[in-house]
């Protein structure tokens, strides 16, 4: 069985950094685009940044400039450096993956999510 694990989050102050892993464990064969979202009190969940296997990212203008995603394949890992970081990015924090299995020889691809980690930014 797949699982889609989540570390790093806490209460940090107005300017902090804090630094998210997710880590992909089970009988994967590969792993495509992996994501970070959130989900703020009283807000929809929200797509943060996204990191695709060949290494193209993408980001929540919000965050741009403070916050980076990385991978490391080796690990089945993705990261969320957070920088700079502001009350409003208070949230849970999500992480999923497109991840490959086989299934009788053949390899399709399944949506993973993580549990979430809660990162709170208060002073």
């Known amino acids: 069985q797949v699982q889609l694990v989540e570390s790093g989050g806490g209460l940090v102050q107005p300017g902090g950094s804090l630094r998210l892993s997710c880590a992909a464990s089970?009988?994967?064969?590969?792993?495509?685009?992996m994501r970070w979202y959130r989900q703020g009190p009283g807000k929809q969940r929200e797509l943060v940044a996204a990191v695709t296997s060949g290494g193209s990212t993408n980001y929540l203008d919000s965050v741009k400039g403070r916050f980076t995603i990385s991978r490391d394949d080796a690990k089945n890992t993705v990261y969320l450096e957070m920088n700079s970081l502001k009350p409003e990015d208070t949230a849970v924090y999500y992480c999923?993956?497109?991840?490959?299995?086989?299934?009788?020889?053949?390899?399709?691809?399944?949506?993973?999510w993580g549990q979430g980690t809660q990162v709170t930014v208060s002073s």
């Open positions: 999923n993956a497109d991840v490959g299995l086989t299934t009788v020889g053949v390899e399709r691809k399944y949506l993973y």
């Open positions: 089970g009988p994967l064969v590969s792993i495509d685009t």
